[in-house]
């Protein structure tokens, strides 16, 4: 058939809760459009079919109760005789319309909205036609359903809609909607119901009461029991904060008894919640129960509370979980309460301090990673390590988002820092006591959640002997997350590491990395006798790429380690130092895989995922024939039978799989192994199979027939050829082995069958899912396809030309869908993607009527006719065309700048950006009334007093103030909105104290540094080397927002930092890694920021300086010159106390705004 088969610590006690209300006036969900919602006749639901709504109901009487609910902000009205009446209606007396038919009435049904929130005057937005038929209860049947609600009756005063269901033998349900803070019937002041409350289909039937449950009894004593349940109407359509868990829950019970539940991470500020929501429909506004602050409600179609602080009185507060009330006033003028609740949800209760390594502070003596264990954990320091009185650096392993408390021997507690990702936390200067003190320092871990906490009691102890041994050599695999551990003798000094054996082959090394671990305070040296390199000693494991390292496939089979203990007694090398070990290392690979079997296999039609469907996916099954009197091995695919009339006779692979380490090949010289279609990229195509050729390959009696086959050659992982090169006759002469199947190779023969004609010509649904704007529906033999009134030329004015659409059909298995009954001028579906080649339609007026037009040979479609694939028989669907009225609606719903989302307050619209942020360009999203025309003026165009149509792509100036005009389709209505943004003056996190404050400022008032988010800086988190080389291309005039190309495989041309990176590199301000990769998320380190510094800021390199750091050797040798170059500028300073650069470390954004500002302010 025609459908496609694809389609983040601890909490205080909550003080008070800070709201900022960032109204979006939506009267109903985004999603949903027009103003129908639901509509009942007699508790049944009509069926809708565009503007045409239909039912069918039971019963003698032509008095029928007509009940629903419209969508954003409409009422629904029933066009009367008199005059208009709003839902609901009980006892509407049918005789009074028209009767259409025996038995069938037509009614209009209006939906209806205020033309301004403050005016009492309602306009009709929609109409539809109602048509009801009424069937008669026959005099003998055993009827024992429920018609409905009686009218009048007190217990429904407060009804919106109900439902009667039969379900099943004897059993029923009826459910009532009631208005939204209203109790339910016998609760409080409201009427109870009684058994003269509900109405039955038979008038002789009998109606009592069992408990709540209503019971019918027929006249035949026939019973059924009906539960009565009651549902509320939504006082919000929408209700979030952000990082909420989960979807917020809404609970309605009445009057009271309301709530609102949210979910939100452990640790999260419940001081300062910004909830973002929608009013319903029927709701006039929203106010804090007891506002102490004097503060107006909220409206729902344009007021807004910012910076609210509640009264913790007013609401109750307990540790993780903050709660608040709020009245909700309807517009018939009824209070009622609802409560939200805010909780935070306990996520991670681990508190393990997993490993640590310490560094002697300013010095290169560092641990090996320790693990850690509770209690007490040893850590040993290379020999010769000041224990007693001595500064140390921490890096600590600990459970993710678990709080870490650091200790020393004073009793002091040292700050502690944690990465983004929460698991690694650091701790700078931790000092030791002196030899009396046989304790360190102290590491105490809680949870996340609070429920458990550890103590690790640290001990530092010097190694008495340097020693020089390997204790570990790891391999591993990042594509495939697999590590290969060494065996090491230390006896003899032989290592041996197991690989697997597709490392054979050279190009399979290519990134996978190789860590080696010493002794404590040891360094390892290498060589492969082409080139020489020292390890980072400041890792536990030191790591290389191993196409530097890993021998090739012809290469030499070991290499050599050098192991130095580092002894200050020795000379520190290895080539004239007693104290140190030589270790050979082998490399093994494993046996090679022999199976070469395919286990599965698909074939498919089209090499693009989005088009495939049931109807060209082929079944492709593994098999046996014969070929010279030989039993072979066979794919076969069976293809439809209309295939041989297909242009593109074509196979694609989709799926395969086959044996581990086994390769696909086939019988041509010019192409490498094969690929399926999820392995493809724009640069590698699936390979594509000649289908077409090969229908017929094999004969009735099991035979292959000459010139009808293709062989596909399966190689075992040992005699699997290189990557990217072609199966060859060369290739298997080296190999000694022929193109036959044996022990080394299978041989796969594809063959092709032509399945029988498919005979079904129906069409089976119909939709437009790429235009949401369009709708189409198939009722009977009738297809009615809906589009905007500018969809139309003509249809409004100013609208000169139509606007095309496609749409998604599904048929018949393989049938085709044609515009003309000769089946000439095929359509084609859009399979409910935009990718696709599909027929594209428009509507046109030709005198007073509407058709549809097929473009693709510009006819009329009066028609839509489906011819099986056999050709044999043919259906013919009526297309009718509606036209929407014209939509008069003109506002707009929600505004964000830049994914910061706006407050919206009659047409003032204010958006509250991060200081630094820079006001040009930024993006706008805009929504707005259906169907409406948005524009905008480009402050920053030359045009500037212009309004042009809006862009969603387009890049806007904010430092001015945008006009901002949305005009309704039907051109009547025209409103302007002033779109005004506004910098925070400060953030909450950067303080007059904090030794950052003036250059954070600085920096960002200039416009060079941003906040996270509004308020907020985050002056201790992370920047990265993407962050820092934006924000210098940006100082030096760089257009960020460029597109150009990249300059690396990481850095895409989308990404939003490429041209600043591509700006820097050509400038020799900033280069990649020696693998030729930018790393744009890694932590940019002190010493590739001073680099940085020099080139963009012209500062001169300082080779020889007078004074050196005291950690002077972990600066590399390449860096040296840019950190003393800085230093002499005053550009950038190590820690004074301890004399030490740190070039290692992570700079944090406060570091870099600093940086900045002394060099280039």
């Known amino acids: 058939m025609n459908k496609s088969k694809f389609l983040k610590k601890s909490l205080a006690m909550l003080l008070a809760l800070m709201l900022v209300v960032a109204m979006i006036p939506l009267s109903a969900s985004a999603a949903e459009t027009g103003y129908f919602k639901d509509l009942y006749v007699n508790g049944k639901r009509v069926e809708k079919v565009g503007n045409d709504l239909s039912v069918s109901v039971l019963g003698d009487s032509t008095e029928v109760d007509i009940t629903g609910a419209a ?21 509407v007396d049918l005789t009074e319309y028209e009767e259409v038919g025996e038995g069938e009435y037509e009614l209009t049904i209006l939906a209806k909205k205020k033309l301004t929130p403050d005016t009492s005057d309602y306009e009709t937005v929609e109409s539809y036609t109602l048509t009801v038929t009424v069937e008669e209860v026959p005099a003998d049947n055993d009827n024992t359903s429920l018609r409905g609600l009686a009218k009048d009756d007190p217990a429904w005063d407060h009804m919106v809609s109900y439902t009667v269901e039969d379900e099943g033998e004897g059993a029923g349900t009826v459910t009532v909607t009631l208005k939204f803070g209203y109790d339910k019937p016998g609760v409080g002041s409201e009427e109870k119901y009684t058994r003269d409350s509900f109405d039955a289909v038979a008038p002789d039937a009998k109606i009592t009461l069992d408990g709540d449950r209503v019971k019918v009894t027929s006249a035949q004593g026939s019973t059924r029991l009906y539960d009565v349940e009651f549902v509320w109407e939504a006082a919000f359509e929408s209700f979030t904060i952000p990082e909420q868990i989960g979807e917020t829950e809404f609970v309605y019970e009445g009057r009271t008894g309301n709530k609102i539940n949210i979910n939100v991470p452990y640790g999260y500020d419940l001081k300062s919640v910004i909830p973002t929501f929608a009013l319903a429909d029927g709701i006039d506004n929203l106010n804090i129960k007891d506002n102490a602050n004097g503060n107006p409600p909220v409206v729902s179609d344009y007021t807004v509370l910012t910076d609210v602080e509640l009264s913790k009185s007013n609401g109750s507060v307990r540790e993780n979980v903050g709660t608040e009330v709020f009245n909700v006033n309807q517009h018939d003028g009824v209070w009622s309460d609802i409560t939200l609740t805010i909780t935070a949800v306990a996520q991670n209760d681990e508190a393990l301090l997993k490993d640590i390594i310490v560094k002697e502070s300013g010095k290169d003596n560092i641990s090996n990673k320790t693990d850690a264990t509770v209690g007490t954990t040893y850590v040993e320091m290379p020999k010769g390590t000041g224990i007693y009185n001595n500064n140390f650096d921490l890096t600590m392993t600990v459970s993710r988002d678990a709080t870490v408390v650091v200790t020393d021997a004073n009793n002091k507690k040292v700050k502690v820092t944690a990465d983004t990702a929460g698991t690694t936390y650091t701790a700078k200067n931790v000092l030791t006591g002196g030899e009396n003190k046989s304790l360190s320092f102290t590491v105490v871990v809680t949870s996340e959640d609070g429920t458990d906490q550890n103590n690790y009691n640290i001990v530092l102890s010097a190694a008495e002997t340097a020693l020089a041994k390997l204790e570990n050599i790891t391999l591993k695999d990042t594509v495939n ?41 040891a360094t390892v040296y290498h060589s492969d006798k082409k080139s020489t390199w020292t390890v980072n000693t400041g890792k536990d494991f030191n790591d290389c790429v191993t196409y530097d390292w890993l021998p090739k496939v012809d290469g030499v089979s070991t290499t050599t380690l050098w192991v130095d203990d580092n002894d200050p007694l020795d000379g520190g090398n290895p080539a004239d130092d007693d104290d140190f070990n030589k270790y050979t290392v082998t490399i093994k690979y494993e046996d090679p895989k022999q199976d070469r079997v395919i286990e599965d296999i698909q074939f498919v039609g089209t090499d693009k995922p989005y088009e495939i469907t049931e109807d060209n996916t082929y079944p492709t099954e593994i098999g046996t024939a014969t070929l010279d009197g030989k039993t072979v091995r066979t794919i076969e695919v069976t293809v439809p039978y209309s295939f041989v009339d297909y242009t593109d006779k074509n196979g694609y692979i989709s799926e395969l799989e086959m044996s581990e380490g086994a390769v696909a090949y086939g019988d041509w010289s010019t192409k490498g192994a094969f690929n399926t279609i999820g392995e493809t990229s724009t640069t590698n195509y699936p390979w594509a199979f000649n289908l077409g050729n090969l229908v017929g390959g094999k004969a009735a009696d099991g035979t292959l027939v000459d010139g009808k086959y293709f062989r596909i050659f399966v190689l075992s992982e040992e005699y699997a050829v290189p990557e990217g090169d072609a199966i060859s006759a060369d290739w298997m002469d080296y190999k000694n082995e022929s193109f036959e199947d044996n022990k080394n190779m299978s041989v796969y023969y594809l063959v092709v069958n032509r399945a029988a004609p498919e005979t079904g010509h129906s069409l089976l649904s119909i939709e437009s899912t790429v235009d949401p704007n369009v709708t189409a529906t198939l009722k009977g033999d009738t297809v009615t396809i809906t589009v905007p009134a500018s969809y139309v030329a003509g249809g409004v004015a100013g609208v000169t030309s139509p606007t095309d659409f496609s749409l998604n059909f599904e048929t018949s298995k393989l049938a085709k869908v044609y515009t003309d009954k000769n089946c000439t001028k095929e359509v084609k579906s859009d399979l409910g993607s935009a990718l696709t080649d599909a027929t594209k339609f428009l509507v046109e007026k030709q005198g007073n009527e509407y058709v549809l037009i ?9 028609q839509l006719h489906v011819r099986s694939e056999d050709k044999n028989n043919t259906t013919a669907y009526d297309v009718k065309v509606v036209v929407g009225k014209p939509q008069t609606g003109a506002e707009i719903t929600n505004v964000s700048v830049n994914g910061v989302a706006g407050t919206i307050a009659r047409d003032k619209i204010t958006v509250r950006l991060p200081l630094g942020t820079q006001l040009y360009p930024v993006t706008l999203d805009i929504t707005a009334s259906k169907m409406a025309s948005i ?70 008032n200039a416009g060079w540094v941003n906040g996270m988010e509004p308020g907020k800086f985050e002056p201790n988190g992370t920047m990265t080397r993407a962050q820092f080389a934006t924000i210098v291309a940006r100082i030096l005039g760089c257009d960020t927002d460029a597109t150009v190309e990249s300059m690396f495989p990481d ?14 590199v050509k400038r020799g301000i900033i280069a990649g890694d020696d693998k030729g990769y930018f790393n744009p998320n890694e932590p940019i380190t002190r010493e590739q920021m001073a680099k940085i510094l020099c080139e963009a800021a012209g500062v001169e390199q300082v080779t020889d300086p007078e004074n050196t750091y005291a950690d002077d050797a972990s600066i590399a ?6 950190v003393y170059g800085c230093q002499a500028a005053g550009i950038m300073h190590g820690d004074e106390s301890a004399n030490v650069f740190d070039a290692k470390d992570s700079a944090t954004r406060a570091e870099g705004a600093a940086v900045l500002v002394r060099a280039f302010a």
């Open 935 to 1004: 524009f905008v003026n480009d402050t920053n165009n030359y045009e500037a007093d212009k309004l042009l149509p809006y862009e969603p792509d387009g890049r806007y100036d904010v430092n001015e103030p945008v006009t901002i005009n949305v005009k309704s389709e039907d051109g009547a209505t025209l409103n302007t909105y002033t779109l005004t943004c506004v910098l925070e003056t400060g953030f909450e996190d950067v303080n007059t104290g904090d030794w950052f404050y003036g250059e954070v400022m600085t920096a960002a």
């Open 854 to 862: 097929a473009k693709n040979e510009w006819n009329e479609a009066e």
């Open 71 to 91: 969508l954003n902000g409409a009422t629904l009205y029933v066009d009367g005789p008199k005059e208009d009446l709003p839902l609901p209606q009980m006892g």
């Open 1117 to 1122: 040798g390449w860096a040296k010159g840019y």
């Open 481 to 521: 997350n697999k590590t290969y551990d060494a065996e090491i003798n230390q006896a003899n000094g032989e290592v041996v590491i197991t690989v697997p054996y597709f490392w054979t082959n050279s190009d399979n090394t290519e990134g996978f990395e190789v860590y080696v671990k010493a002794s404590t305070g």
């Open 1051 to 1064: 850095c895409n041309e989308t990404d939003w930092f490429n041209a600043a990176v591509t700006f820097c």
